[in-house]
């Protein structure tokens, strides 16, 4: 299956343009990840599910107009929902230097102006408070909403990538939250939205 029949199939719609973007993102992480070892999608198609993993929110979140991703790594999610919003201003937060140099080349080969890369890690970003803050396979939400509480404000939403382990987390934070879990797959995304 190519992208845009992968992207089809869960109903995630993006332009043309966009298509090729994602595709020219996988062809170079792909060839990167030859010499460098930055993520454990080995092919272009298991990087297409990691695409699509990043991108089905988009069905279901309230499009932001800044977003912070915690441990970008090699892309995901962060780099991946700013080629697909290129309105929405992103900040990739990654401490290790050699996925860094991917992030940024990537950025720059991609013509992505919307995307800065904060080479470091979360708790030493220094920012006005994010719209939203996305996380995949970093650390568990309780320390996640800890280590963001200072670009984070009342009306910031939180998009955590999870798996089965989700259910004991959301108990262990302590706040009210309001919040939905969209599954799919073995996946859980959890979506912590603002109070209405
Ligand atoms: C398992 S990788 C996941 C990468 C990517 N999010 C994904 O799902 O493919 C975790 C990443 O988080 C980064 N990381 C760890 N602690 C961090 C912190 N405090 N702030 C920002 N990034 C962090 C690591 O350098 C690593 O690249």
């Given at each position: 299956?190519?992208?845009?029949?992968?992207?089809?199939?869960?109903?995630?719609?993006?332009?043309?343009?966009?298509?090729?973007?994602?595709?020219?993102?996988?062809s170079?992480?792909n060839?990167?990840?030859?010499?460098?070892?930055?993520?454990?999608?080995?092919?272009?198609?298991?990087?297409?599910?990691n695409?699509?993993?990043?991108?089905?929110?988009?069905?279901?979140?309230k499009?932001?107009?800044?977003?912070?991703?915690?441990?970008?790594?090699?892309?995901?999610?962060?780099l991946?929902?700013?080629?697909?919003?290129?309105?929405?201003?992103?900040?990739?937060?990654?401490?290790?230097?050699?996925?860094?140099?991917?992030?940024?080349?990537?950025a720059?080969?991609?013509?992505?102006?919307?995307?800065?890369?904060?080479a470091?890690?979360?708790?030493?970003?220094?920012?006005d408070?994010?719209?939203?803050?996305?996380?995949?396979?970093?650390?568990?939400t309780?320390?996640?909403?800890?280590?963001?509480?200072?670009?984070?404000?009342?009306?910031?939403?939180?998009?955590?990538?999870?798996?089965?382990?989700?259910?004991?987390?959301?108990?262990d934070?302590?706040?009210?939250?309001?919040?939905?879990?969209?599954?799919?797959?073995?996946?859980?995304?959890?979506?912590?939205?603002?109070?209405?």
């Open positions: 299956m190519n992208l845009s029949q992968h992207l089809d199939k869960e109903g995630i719609l993006l332009s043309s343009e966009i298509i090729v973007k994602l595709e020219r993102f996988a170079l992480l060839e990167w990840n030859q010499i460098h070892n930055l993520t454990g999608a080995k092919s272009v198609d298991a990087i297409y599910v695409i699509v993993d990043s991108l089905y929110p988009l069905t279901f979140i499009k932001p107009k800044t977003l912070l991703d915690v441990g970008t790594g090699a892309g995901f999610p962060g991946v929902l700013a080629i697909a919003q290129p309105d929405t201003k992103v900040v990739l937060s990654e401490p290790l230097k050699k996925r860094v140099s991917f992030l940024k080349y990537a720059i080969d991609l013509g992505l102006s919307n995307v800065t890369v904060e470091k890690r979360v708790e030493s970003v220094e920012h408070a994010f719209d939203m803050i996305s996380s995949r396979a970093v650390t568990n309780k320390l996640l909403l800890d280590l963001t509480s200072k670009v984070s404000d009342t009306h910031t939403e939180y998009l955590f990538y999870k798996g089965s382990r989700v259910f004991d987390e959301i108990e934070v302590q706040h009210q939250l309001r919040y939905d879990i969209v599954q799919k797959n073995q996946r859980n995304y959890l979506y912590i939205k603002t109070e209405e």
